[in-house]
C-alpha cells in the first residue's frame, strides 16, 4: 500500500524560506500527479500547487513567484520550496497523489506538516 511522508515544516519569520518534501513508498505506476494543499484553521484545504509525472505544473495565485513545486520521479518524492514566506502562509501543509489509469483513479493524503510564519 502506497504510503506519504512529509518533512520539513517548522517556523521561520516573515521573509523566510522553507522546502517541504514528500515521499510515496511502494510503487506508483507512470500516471500521477504529485502536489500540495494547506489548510489554515477554520478554513477549507486548498491547492497549493501540483506537478504532474511528465513535469507539468500548477499553482495557486497566492504562490505563484514565491513557490516552487518540482519532483524526483526515481524517488517518487516531490518537492516544494517556498520563499518569501507571509503570514498568511501559516497553515497545515497536506500532500497528495493521485493515481489513475483508464480503469480507475485514487487520491492519497499525507499526514500533514506544519508551517508557521511570524510577523
Known amino acids: 500500500q502506497v504510503q506519504l511522508v512529509e518533512s520539513g515544516g517548522g517556523l521561520v519569520q516573515a521573509g523566510g524560506s522553507l522546502r517541504l518534501s514528500c515521499a510515496a513508498s511502494?510503487?506508483?505506476?507512470?500516471?500521477?500527479?504529485m502536489g500540495w494543499y494547506r489548510q489554515a484553521p477554520g478554513k477549507q484545504r486548498d491547492l497549493v500547487a501540483t506537478?504532474?509525472?511528465?513535469?507539468?505544473?500548477n499553482y495557486a495565485d497566492s504562490v505563484k513567484g514565491r513557490f516552487t513545486i518540482s519532483r524526483d520521479n526515481a524517488k517518487n518524492t516531490v518537492y516544494l520550496q517556498m520563499n518569501s514566506l507571509k503570514p498568511e502562509d501559516t497553515a497545515v501543509y497536506y500532500c497528495?497523489?493521485?493515481?489513475?489509469?483508464?480503469?480507475?483513479?485514487?487520491?492519497?493524503w499525507g499526514p500533514g506538516t506544519q508551517v508557521t510564519v511570524s510577523p
Open positions: 511502494g510503487t506508483i505506476g507512470s500516471r500521477n500527479v
Open positions: 506537478i504532474t509525472s511528465g513535469g507539468i505544473t
Open positions: 497528495y497523489l493521485h493515481l489513475y489509469n483508464l480503469q480507475w483513479s485514487t487520491t492519497l
